[in-house]
T-cell receptor
Framework: GAVVSQHPSRVICKSGTSVKIECRSLDFQATTMFWYRQFPKQSLMLMATSNEGSKATYEQGVEKDKFLINHASLTLSTLTVTSAHPEDSSFYIC??????????FGSGTRLTVV | KQEVTQIPAALSVPEGENLVLNCSFTDSAIYNLQWFRQDPGKGLTSLLLIQSSQREQTSGRLNASLDKSSGRSTLYIAASQPGDSATYLCAARNYGGSQGNLIFGKGTKLSVKP
């Protein structure tokens, strides 16, 4: 079945630094990738949608300059959290789809900003 | 605006019991509905996807039903096992909007006691 690899699974960074999270579709071409954020005991909240070769579409309230998304190929999308602050600490999950059928999710990244 | 609700928020059952998890959605014009499993600190694993034209899907001990008219979906787990312990999320995808527009419930945390 479809597999999405997300890396790193866990990262701790200092306040003010930037962190890059990678999301790769391993056995299919992901025309669209999505980035979600999940707070403890809460639903997944869509942050942005990225299509290969074009700019990401951000959901309302998500800062474009803070959460940089690049979808440079059909198998890779990256999310960079710039100038991270403690309030950016969260669980970030990507998903990918190659068609309009279903979505495959990555294993998530636990970001802790200290 | 689509809203997805899952009841109960938490459920604890003894091993071997059959159980039902509930999911309700406010907008019946869905494209499909998907059930996921999430283990602590992990990403999402897709369990079952039901297209809007379907009434149910089965995979092993899992059976998911969909009743669009009443805005409900159920996930039935037969002969529960301790390994089934996890948080179960349902997500509705509407027609139109971004393809990433999966609206998630907050999940039901299931604990199966040996």
């Amino acid at each position: 079945g479809a597999v999405v690899s997300q890396h790193p699974s866990r990262v701790i960074c200092k306040s003010g630094t930037s962190v890059k999270i990678e999301c790769r579709s391993l056995d299919f071409q992901a025309t669209t990738m999505f980035w979600y954020r999940q707070f403890p005991k809460q639903s997944l909240m869509l942050m942005a949608t990225s299509n290969e070769g074009s700019k990401a579409t951000y959901e309302q309230g998500v800062e474009k300059d803070k959460f940089l998304i690049n979808h440079a190929s059909l198998t890779l999308s990256t999310l960079t959290v710039t100038s991270a602050h403690p309030e950016d600490s969260s669980f970030y999950i990507c998903s990918a789809t190659g068609d309009s059928y279903g979505y495959t999710f990555g294993s998530g990244t636990r970001l802790t900003v200290v | 605006k689509q809203e997805v609700t899952q009841i109960p928020a938490a459920l604890s059952v003894p091993e071997g019991e059959n159980l039902v998890l509930n999911c309700s959605f406010t907008d019946s014009a869905i494209y499909n509905l998907q059930w996921f499993r999430q283990d602590p600190g992990k990403g999402l694993t897709s369990l079952l996807l039901i297209q809007s034209s379907q009434r149910e899907q089965t995979s092993g001990r899992l059976n998911a039903s969909l009743d669009k008219s009443s805005g409900r979906s159920t996930l039935y787990i037969a002969a529960s096992q301790p390994g089934d312990s996890a948080t179960y999320l349902c997500a509705a995808r509407n027609y139109g909007g971004s393809q990433g527009n999966l609206i998630f419930g907050k999940g039901t945390k299931l604990s199966v006691k040996p």
